[in-house]
């Protein structure tokens, strides 16, 4: 049996099962929602005789009775035929009928309809939307919006030394991460990395520890390394650097992906070698790609440096955050005001730079 046909034996064999959990996933969750709005608009109270906040109704909904529900429900609802009683995991895998009957006429038009309607009312209450104080309670705020109004320019000095600090935190992260991102891209790129076990066994892993790292914030990366090599701005250009890496590997790894495959067939074809492959085949095709990529993430991490200084990675959130505590508004007004001129001449800058390079 050819290696096509092991794989398309896999999918159908696999198909059935992505379909019942995606159906039983969504189904589940829907239980859980209407569980947690039942309870929401019951008027349950809590010992102290308050209405129950959203975290204590969290603890009280019935998972593991959702999950074996919504487990049976998938189960039944797998077994329908046909356009309209097709399950939305169906649908999703095995994709559906263009020309079928319009979303209102089927089950799976309906429960997509209700369950995004449940979702945006359960955000609502988990979340604790209170439009009322917003509105009504805007005098609390005036003292800060008027300082805000009328900055001060006790602070202009520092700010701008520590702003200067900020940007070169921001270029040094980015600096640092563009080789490793370079090397790691090649690896994470499915289409480079299909040919063996170990290359997709590598793909798989560097995939993994990428999503890992990016989805911890640079601040917490930033407190990390704070408690390594202290409080300073070095702290903090490695907090972005790491966040850079995994980011830009993502970036440039799905550019990869998305080449002209011509000349990488050309090359093979007359016996180069998987380095000639990479040099002549792939790198011309995605350098412009890089470049842009590499100046929109110099762009965040200016924004994202200004944050991390609020827990003491250097830059002009240093003298932030303890001038927002103290209620020191005119002077906060002055440092918000060179933040967003620095990101909105950053912002102008890098969008002409892709604009050129692209």
Do not use: C
């Given at each position: 049996?050819?290696?096509?046909?092991?794989?398309?034996?896999?999918?159908?064999?696999?198909?059935?099962?992505?379909?019942?959990?995606?159906?039983?996933?969504?189904?589940?969750?829907?239980?859980?929602?209407?569980?947690?709005?039942?309870?929401?608009?019951?008027?349950?109270?809590?010992?102290?005789?308050?209405?129950?906040?959203?975290?204590?109704?969290?603890?009280?909904?019935?998972?593991?009775?959702?999950?074996?529900?919504?487990?049976?429900?998938?189960?039944?609802?797998?077994?329908?035929?046909?356009?309209?009683?097709?399950?939305?995991?169906?649908?999703?895998?095995?994709?559906?009928?263009?020309?079928?009957?319009?979303?209102?006429?089927?089950?799976?038009?309906?429960?997509?309809?209700?369950?995004?309607?449940?979702?945006?009312?359960?955000?609502?209450?988990?979340?604790?939307?209170?439009?009322?104080?917003?509105?009504?309670?805007?005098?609390?705020?005036?003292?800060?919006?008027?300082?805000?109004?009328?900055?001060?320019?006790?602070?202009?000095?520092?700010?701008?030394?520590?702003?200067?600090?900020?940007?070169?935190?921001?270029?040094?992260?980015?600096?640092?991460?563009?080789?490793?991102?370079?090397?790691?891209?090649?690896?994470?790129?499915?289409?480079?990395?299909?040919?063996?076990?170990?290359?997709?066994?590598?793909?798989?892993?560097?995939?993994?520890?990428?999503?890992?790292?990016?989805?911890?914030?640079?601040?917490?990366?930033?407190?990390?390394?704070?408690?390594?090599?202290g409080i300073g701005p070095f702290a903090g250009v490695l907090a972005l650097w790491l966040h850079s890496i995994a980011a830009l590997t993502k970036l440039y790894s799905e550019q990869i992906e998305n080449i002209d495959t011509g000349p990488v067939d050309a090359i093979t074809a007359t016996g180069g070698s998987m380095l000639q492959v990479m040099r002549y085949g792939v790198v011309p095709q995605v350098i412009p790609p890089f470049l842009s990529f590499t100046i929109y993430r110099w762009d965040i991490n200016v924004r994202m440096s200004t944050i991390i200084g609020f827990v003491g990675g250097g830059g002009i959130g240093y003298i932030?955050?303890?001038?927002?505590?103290?209620?020191?508004?005119?002077?906060?007004?002055?440092?918000?005001?060179?933040?967003?001129?620095?990101?909105?001449?950053?912002?102008?800058?890098?969008?002409?730079?892709?604009?050129?390079?692209?």
């Amino acid at each position: 049996m050819s290696k096509g046909a092991r794989r398309s034996a896999w999918r159908r064999v696999l198909e059935p099962f992505q379909v019942f959990l995606i159906d039983a996933g969504l189904i589940g969750l829907g239980i859980l929602m209407v569980e947690l709005l039942v309870i929401s608009f019951s008027g349950r109270r809590s010992p102290t005789g308050f209405l129950l906040p959203a975290e204590e109704i969290l603890d009280l909904l019935h998972y593991g009775r959702a999950a074996l529900g919504a487990a049976l429900a998938a189960l039944v609802w797998g077994r329908a035929e046909g356009g309209v009683a097709i399950s939305p995991g169906a649908a999703l895998i095995r994709g559906v009928d263009a020309a079928g009957p319009p979303w209102t006429r089927t089950l799976r038009g309906w429960f997509s309809f209700l369950l995004a309607e449940a979702t945006f009312f359960t955000g609502w209450l988990v979340t604790e939307v209170q439009l009322m104080q917003f509105l009504t309670q805007f005098d609390k705020a005036q003292d800060m919006v008027r300082g805000l109004l009328n900055p001060s320019s006790a602070v202009l000095h520092q700010g701008l030394v520590l702003l200067v600090q900020t940007i070169f935190l921001a270029f040094m992260a980015t600096a640092f991460a563009i080789p490793m991102a370079f090397v790691i891209a090649f690896m994470a790129a499915r289409n480079l990395t299909r040919g063996t076990f170990w290359s997709r066994s590598l793909y798989t892993f560097t995939r993994t520890v990428m999503n890992l790292t990016r989805a911890v914030e640079p601040l917490v990366w930033a407190l990390i390394f704070i408690s390594w090599v202290g409080i300073g701005p070095f702290a903090g250009v490695l907090a972005l650097w790491l966040h850079s890496i995994a980011a830009l590997t993502k970036l440039y790894s799905e550019q990869i992906e998305n080449i002209d495959t011509g000349p990488v067939d050309a090359i093979t074809a007359t016996g180069g070698s998987m380095l000639q492959v990479m040099r002549y085949g792939v790198v011309p095709q995605v350098i412009p790609p890089f470049l842009s990529f590499t100046i929109y993430r110099w762009d965040i991490n200016v924004r994202m440096s200004t944050i991390i200084g609020f827990v003491g990675g250097g830059g002009i959130g240093y003298i932030l955050k303890p001038r927002v505590d103290l209620g020191q508004w005119g002077e906060v007004g002055t440092l918000v005001l060179l933040i967003a001129g620095t990101v909105w001449a950053m912002d102008i800058l890098s969008a002409k730079i892709r604009e050129k390079i692209v």
